[in-house]
């Protein structure tokens, strides 16, 4: 395993403790409880999620990298911030899908910790209360150090890890969950990002992180649309069930096809390296994932065209940082 996995899984192990103490039952004997429970915070955390917040960090550590403003100690505490609140976000949403019911149509998807009785409900709630407060904790630190942009950022953010499934109006039940994925996880964690290390904001910052954020919001429409139906039953109001299947395959074309688009127009702009047109390589596999979810139905099938687009983020994310990294490295 990776130097990453395992730090991933040592925080992981240390949440567990932390929490599990209350709920385990005294009876059930250490070396049998503990690798399941890892492995359920684990899975509870939706690693394969995660690459939403690698990507755009690792892009706004490039391109302070470019400007001469590089500081490993901040993008470090960066990273580990931006991923307490995407597991924030990850758990609460499992608490509130789970307790609104919306779980209930589903046979495929991501977490699903709680119905399938890994974690009980207070569990995960206080799990996604912890990392939201770590999180929060870093960036304030961020705050004192730097300046009051970060505090506008960590209050969006903390708002949209909170309201994106709890309260009276979630923004996953409204329609509006890839608009907040679209903003969050692409430009303003790469500004956030940038801003840290240099105390200023650039164009390349505000506007380089556009081709990921199209891949975000196309990774989380992915799972809508493979629900469409489920959600529908459960009345989940996402913009697949509100406009339809029609429409919601028009919507994953029009994100799955925007990294593409917007890639060379930011290159042509000035923006990005001509080397971040590598990306095009991954063409032949956008189209597949785009063939599959305009032609199928089947929840199984577009489970995959789920699986194939966070590959597709991912690799979409490595190429474009690389690329951009090299080109930084080469000509400075």
Do not use: C
Not at 67 to 93: K, P
Not at 126 to 153: D, E, H, M, Q, S
Not at 169 to 195: D, K, N, R, S
């Amino acid at each position: 395993m990776s130097l990453r996995g395992n730090w991933f899984r040592l925080l992981i192990i240390a949440l567990s403790e932390f929490i599990q103490k209350e709920h385990m039952p005294a009876s059930i004997p250490s070396s049998s409880r503990w690798p399941k429970q890892i492995n359920a915070w684990y899975q509870a955390s939706r690693p394969r999620s995660l690459t939403a917040t690698y990507v755009p960090v690792a892009l706004g550590a490039v391109i302070a990298w470019q400007d001469d403003h590089f500081h490993l100690l901040h993008l470090v505490l960066a990273l580990i911030g931006v991923l307490f609140l995407q597991i924030s976000a990850n758990l609460i949403n499992e608490y509130y899908d789970y307790t609104k019911g919306s779980d209930k149509q589903k046979t495929h998807g991501l977490g699903m910790i709680i119905a399938r009785g890994l974690l009980t409900p207070r569990q995960v709630l206080v799990g996604g209360g912890i990392t939201l407060a770590l999180g929060t904790i870093i960036g304030l630190y961020f705050v004192a150090v730097t300046g009051p942009l970060v505090l506008y950022i960590g209050i969006a953010a903390v708002l949209v890890v909170v309201l994106y499934t709890a309260g009276p109006y979630p923004l996953a039940y409204i329609g509006l969950g890839e608009i907040a994925v679209f903003v969050f996880m692409g430009p303003l964690i790469v500004i956030g990002t940038y801003f840290v290390m240099a105390e200023a904001v650039s164009a390349a910052a505000i506007w380089g992180g556009l081709p990921v954020a199209f891949l975000v919001a196309d990774l989380l429409h992915a799972n809508n649309l493979r629900d469409l139906e489920a959600d529908r039953v459960e009345k989940k109001y996402t913009l697949a069930t509100i406009f339809g299947r029609r429409f919601a395959r028009g919507e994953y074309v029009f994100l799955t096809a925007g990294a593409f688009v917007v890639t060379p127009i930011l290159v042509l702009a000035g923006i990005a390296p001509a080397a971040t047109l590598s990306v095009m390589i991954l063409v032949p596999e956008a189209w597949r994932l785009i063939r599959i979810a305009t032609q199928s139905e089947d929840a199984s099938e577009l489970h995959q065209v789920l699986l194939g687009t966070a590959r597709l983020h991912k690799w979409f994310g490595v190429v474009y940082v690389v690329a951009w990294g090299l080109h930084v490295l080469l000509f400075g």
